[in-house]
């Protein structure tokens, strides 16, 4: 008996399946499919972008490692490691500032916890898809560069 609902209930599902797929065929100009990268979507202003490092007009990085972005995020995918600055107006430097962009979840803490504007959400850059999972891990070169 349970498994005649079951299979009623796929026989449903590929009946929806099937109802789109005919429509489609029929009227095209209503496929909600965009022709990316040819057609970008319009994104909407609190849309989250990539993450970025800002610099000081003397092209070092804006960070002093305090760490409050690494702290701020639910999934714990900032990894900072400080260092002396030789700098004697900035305490602390990153020496290496890491995004794993594979468990970032985009939800903007880290850029709301930094005190010193250091961190940003470009909203013109999307994350481009890549073929390795270390092209992924966005270095502190590769976030000073955009």
């Not at 590929?14 to 979507?41: A, D, K, S, W």
């Not at 070092?60 to 400080?82: D, E």
């Amino acid at each position: 008996m349970g498994e005649t609902l079951y299979l009623l209930e796929i026989v449903k599902g590929l009946g929806v399946t099937m109802g789109h797929l005919l429509r489609n065929i029929v009227r095209q100009e209503n496929i909600p499919t965009i022709e990316y990268p040819e057609v970008r979507r319009v994104m909407p202003p609190r849309f989250r972008g990539l993450h970025r490092l800002m610099k000081r007009p003397d092209g070092s990085p804006r960070c002093v490692a305090c760490f409050c972005c690494s702290t701020a995020c639910p999934a714990v995918c900032i990894t900072i490691v400080a260092g002396e600055s030789p700098d004697p107006k900035v305490e602390k430097y990153p020496v290496r500032f890491d995004i794993d962009m594979l468990r970032c979840i985009f939800c903007g803490l880290c850029v709301e916890a930094c005190p010193c504007d250091a961190i940003r959400m470009d909203t013109g850059w999307f994350t481009p898809p890549e073929n390795t999972r270390e092209k992924l891990i966005y270095t502190i070169d590769m976030l000073l560069e955009k």
